[in-house]
């Protein structure tokens, strides 16, 4: 009785094992620091884009210069600064190709202090988009609603797609009034566990793996008793 009960535990790990091996680890990260197409920290990196932001647009900024302290990490973040009138723009994140059922999980962190008073603060509405569109937001993930975030703050959402397909993140900018102050971005990170579509062949191929062939005259000599009721061997 003893040898099947092994049994059991030795497949029900072998199929743990298929499982894992079965997965693997998506992950998105931009921190702004690397050089973009050869004018370096300037411009947006590559793939990024933005929308209805021509009065005061998107820009790769040295932390120290935008914010007056720092970066969140390294040198630099992708920031707009404080606005003359009212703004309703949008940044967009570099393509995601992401499968359907999958949660991923997005963070990134915010700094934005805000105007001289609460009807000047900014609000982040954060987006997920099918393309670099206004008009193609797939998904609302959450906003900071009109408010000051004076130090670095982490933001942090999920999004599990309906379909498999390309997306991307997309920052909706608002302010109703003039003298917002700037906001900044820095260290943006996607992770979600994938199922692997890569063809190989992994222990049990992600399935109960078969149970090891015992031999039956084994198995029929460890469930034998005698006439005392116990085990003979």
Do not use: C
Not at 42 to 62: H, I, Q, S
Not at 123 to 134: C, E, F, L, P, R
Request: proline share 4%; net charge negative.
């Amino acid at each position: 009785m003893r040898i099947n009960t092994k049994i059991a535990s030795l497949a029900m790990l072998m199929a743990m094992t298929a499982t894992s091996a079965g997965a693997k680890e998506f992950s998105y990260t931009e921190d702004f620091d690397e050089d973009a197409g050869g004018a370096k920290y300037t411009v947006l990196p590559d793939g990024w884009a933005t929308e209805d932001a021509e009065d005061m647009p998107f820009k790769r900024y040295n932390g120290k210069y935008i914010t007056g302290a720092a970066a969140h990490s390294g040198d630099y973040v992708v920031a707009t600064s404080q606005t003359s009138s009212s703004r309703d723009s949008w940044l967009y994140s570099s393509k995601l190709t992401l499968k359907a059922g999958v949660k991923y999980t997005i963070t990134y962190w915010l700094r934005m202090p805000g105007g001289v008073a609460a009807p000047f603060n900014n609000n982040v509405i954060t987006n997920i988009t099918s393309a670099q569109s206004k008009a193609a937001v797939v998904a609302k993930l959450g906003e900071t609603g009109r408010t000051k975030i004076a130090d670095w703050q982490q933001m942090e959402y999920e999004f599990t797609p309906e379909t498999s397909g390309d997306y991307y993140l997309a920052f909706n900018t608002v302010t109703n009034m003039y003298n917002s102050g700037y906001i900044a971005f820095d260290d943006i990170q996607i992770t979600g566990e994938e199922p692997d579509d890569s063809g190989e062949v992994t222990p049990g191929g992600g399935e109960t793996p078969d149970q090891p062939e015992v031999s039956k005259d084994l198995i029929s000599h460890s469930g034998r008793m005698d006439q005392h009721g116990q085990h003979s061997f």
